[in-house]
């Protein structure tokens, strides 16, 4: 029998595996295209810059706990009621704070099976049991999920579009997993990156947050606002459940310069736009660009893309990202989210994105 020493985590803690950000260097190369984590090429709003520069001589000072500024701005942007907006130090903070809040020892929360990492990590921190629903075509299936709902089922994480395979369900799909759950489980619909999806059907799923007692949408500045240093995100939910998450998350879990700078990018509509633009031109591109070269690139409507690689040695995604690494492009291993035989590249500026396509043409040519 071992004594323990000092404090002991509680059960479970340890069995967590701890969430790996996308790498950034790639040692040796004398010019680096960072791929890896969905960052805008674009960079934050010239305003935004501004607004977070103005912070700087009052730094003594605690920022306002409730963001006030920012979440006026955002009630103002998205036509919504302030008082139902929380913010959170980047989404995955309110990921956890819901998880926190609504799941127990012994209760279920359901994601599918390539869903976000951040959401197998907040149920087991929040003493659940995590329940993963298979995916078709790397896409959410809404009956598999709704097959492994239980009384126990206390929240559904659904990232839409889904990180990392760059997949969505249209309203109608999600509207239809809404309609399937009990009242008392709490449905989180993940917009991280729902400002690069054009197609007509579908929703960030602000309408079903705004007119249902247990629907959550969160939605993050680290993507297409380009704000990721600086932690920022927000959930527009229900007042009760709101209520809630005010109760457990931090006091002060903005900083001063998040909430000017977040409140500032919201605004500027025409820089979003101008990255959602950029986007929308080169996601296309790269997919077939890459398609012609013989791999498999799942289907997206992010702002990053699949690429499915050959279960052959010298060819494989291990080999791939070996390969573009040597040549400073540094892109996502997603091995963790159950592809091994993927990566996931961040649509860049065009420099970057044709330095891919060109690496990949000479990683095919080598390896056929």
């Keep these: 029998m071992t004594t323990a020493t000092g404090p002991v985590p509680r059960a479970g803690i340890l069995d967590i595996e701890a969430y790996v950000p996308g790498k950034s260097a790639a040692p040796g190369a004398s010019k ?59 989404s995955d903070d309110l990921l956890h704070l819901l998880a926190g809040v609504y799941v127990g020892p012994g209760d279920e929360g359901i994601f599918t099976t390539h869903g976000f990492l951040v959401y197998r990590i907040a149920i087991l921190a929040a003493g659940g049991v995590p329940v993963v629903a298979p995916e078709t075509n790397y896409t959410a299936d809404v009956d598999a999920i709704l097959a492994r709902v239980t009384p126990r089922t206390k ?46 059907d579908y929703s960030t799923g602000l309408e079903l947050a705004s007119t ?59 820089h979003v736009e101008m990255a959602a633009e950029h986007n929308a031109k080169w996601l296309p591109w790269v997919i077939a660009e890459i398609s012609a070269l013989g791999f498999e690139v799942t289907p997206s409507v992010a702002n990053f893309a699949l690429i499915h690689f050959p279960k052959k040695p010298g060819r494989s995604a291990v080999d791939a990202d070996r390969f573009l690494t040597a040549r400073g492009i540094v892109v996502r291993n997603v091995g963790a989210y159950g592809l091994p035989d993927a990566l996931r590249m961040t649509i860049g500026s065009e420099e970057a994105n044709k330095a891919v396509v060109a690496a990949l043409a000479d990683f095919a040519r080598a390896t056929a």
């Design 32 to 90: 680096i295209y960072k791929l890896s984590s969905n960052e805008t090429p674009l960079g934050p709003s010239p305003k935004a810059r501004a607004a977070y520069n103005s912070v700087a001589d009052k730094l003594e000072l605690y920022p306002d706990g409730a963001s006030t500024k920012l979440r006026e701005a955002i009630a103002r942007r998205f036509g919504l009621d302030a008082g139902r907006i929380v913010c959170g130090n980047g």
């Design 155 to 200: 929240i559904v994480y659904l990232a839409n579009p889904n990180n990392p395979t760059g997949t969505y369900l249209s309203f109608h799909e999600v509207k239809r997993l809404h309609a399937g759950l009990p009242p008392t489980t709490l449905l989180v619909l993940d917009a991280a990156y729902g400002e690069y999806a054009r197609t007509n």
């Design 212 to 270: 249902c007692e247990n629907v959550v949408m969160t939605r993050t500045f680290s993507k297409i606002h380009g704000l990721a240093a600086l932690r920022v995100g927000w959930m527009y939910a229900p007042a009760r459940v709101c209520d809630a998450v005010d109760r457990v998350r931090g006091p002060f879990n903005l900083s001063a310069a998040a909430i000017e700078a977040g409140a500032a990018a919201v605004d500027d509509v025409a």
